[in-house]
């Protein structure tokens, strides 16, 4: 799929998030842009909806895909210190706890509450979730939901995901997928062309070589490549948007 020479924009990488911290139903939200018929929710990765990153990318797509864009805190409040997670040190990262705590079971009802809840709202929704994200945004698309809950989703580096999770889904789907990563795992992606090729889904595939899982919201300018990967992946998450976010 090429690129609309509108969305070829580099990522703004300093300055401060543009949007607004608001509610969406009962979990506190960064908000960005105002379009009254198109929203994307994005759900985060591990560094939580307070990590400027993931700001900065809801600012982009605000106002690349001309979209309302919904930043979740699905972690019930729990900020993790991004530093040693951007040094890859995650010695003193309780991974159990977290898992306890922010689990598929336990997580999975309140991020179809949001989704449902732009669904009533606005007339397209899409889905964008990073690693931890990745799981969810499946689980958005899939075919239990009569009327489908989101109209396209987008992946970065996919985390939790299970084949089932592959199988189920109903809606187009983009992968964003670093050539580095041990999470969604060759075996993972195999599944996945085979499932999407069976199914006849819309599916898209972009894979960022020499990048490592984690990158694409990361963007560390220290790890050759991974900014350029960041800001690619972004343009392609725009296009992907606006290609299914409009009337058809």
Same mark, same amino acid.
């Given at each position: 799929?090429?690129?609309?020479?509108?969305?070829?924009?580099?990522? /703004?990488?300093?300055?401060?998030?543009s949007?607004?911290?608001g509610?969406?139903g009962?979990n506190?939200?960064?908000?960005a842009? =105002?379009?009254?018929? $198109?929203? $994307?929710l +994005? $759900?985060?990765?591990?560094?939580?909806?307070t990590?400027?990153?993931?700001?900065l990318?809801? =600012?982009?797509?605000?106002?690349?895909?001309?979209a309302?864009?919904?930043?979740?805190?699905?972690?019930?409040?729990? +900020?993790?210190?991004?530093?040693?997670?951007? &040094?890859? =040190? #995650?010695?003193?990262?309780?991974?159990?706890?977290?898992?306890? %705590?922010?689990g598929r079971?336990?997580? /999975?009802?309140?991020?179809?509450?949001?989704?449902?809840?732009?669904?009533?709202?606005?007339?397209?929704?899409?889905?964008?979730?990073?690693c931890?994200?990745?799981?969810?945004?499946? %689980?958005?698309?899939?075919? !239990?939901?009569? *009327?489908?809950? $989101?109209?396209?989703?987008?992946?970065?580096?996919?985390?939790l995901?299970?084949?089932? =999770?592959?199988?189920?889904?109903?809606?187009?789907v983009?992968?964003? &997928? *670093? /050539? +580095?990563?041990?999470v969604?795992?060759? !075996?993972?992606?195999?599944?996945?062309f085979?499932t999407f090729?069976?199914? @006849? +889904?819309?599916? /898209?595939? %972009?894979q #960022?070589k020499?990048?490592?899982?984690?990158?694409?919201?990361? @963007?560390?300018?220290?790890k050759? @490549?991974?900014? &350029?990967?960041?800001? %690619?992946?972004?343009n392609a998450?725009?296009?992907? #948007?606006n290609? #299914?976010?409009?009337?058809?």
């Open positions: 799929m090429s690129l609309a020479p509108c969305c070829l924009q580099g990522f /703004e990488w300093s300055g401060t998030p949007g607004k911290v509610k969406l009962d506190d939200a960064y908000i842009g =105002d379009n009254p018929d $198109v929203a $994307v +994005i $759900v985060h990765d591990v560094l939580g909806w990590f400027p990153n993931a700001r990318l809801a =600012d982009h797509f605000a106002r690349e895909a001309n309302t864009v919904y930043l979740p805190d699905f972690f019930g409040g729990e +900020i993790i210190d991004p530093v040693p997670i951007l &040094a890859d =040190d #995650f010695s003193k990262f309780d991974m159990v706890g977290f898992r306890t %705590r922010n079971e336990v997580r /999975e009802p309140e991020i179809f509450g949001a989704a449902k809840l732009l669904r009533q709202k606005y007339k397209r929704v899409g889905a964008i979730g990073y931890y994200g990745g799981w969810a945004v499946f %689980r958005l698309a899939a075919k !239990e939901h009569n *009327p489908p809950l $989101v109209d396209c989703i987008s992946t970065g580096h996919p985390s995901l299970t084949e089932k =999770d592959i199988e189920d889904v109903s809606v187009p983009q992968i964003l &997928a *670093p /050539e +580095i990563d041990p969604y795992t060759p !075996e993972l992606k195999s599944h996945t085979e090729a069976k199914s @006849g +889904i819309e599916f /898209e595939y %972009r #960022f020499g990048v490592a899982h984690g990158g694409l919201v990361r @963007g560390n300018d220290q050759p @490549g991974e900014r &350029a990967a960041m800001t %690619r992946a972004k998450a725009v296009s992907w #948007f290609q #299914f976010l409009r009337d058809q």
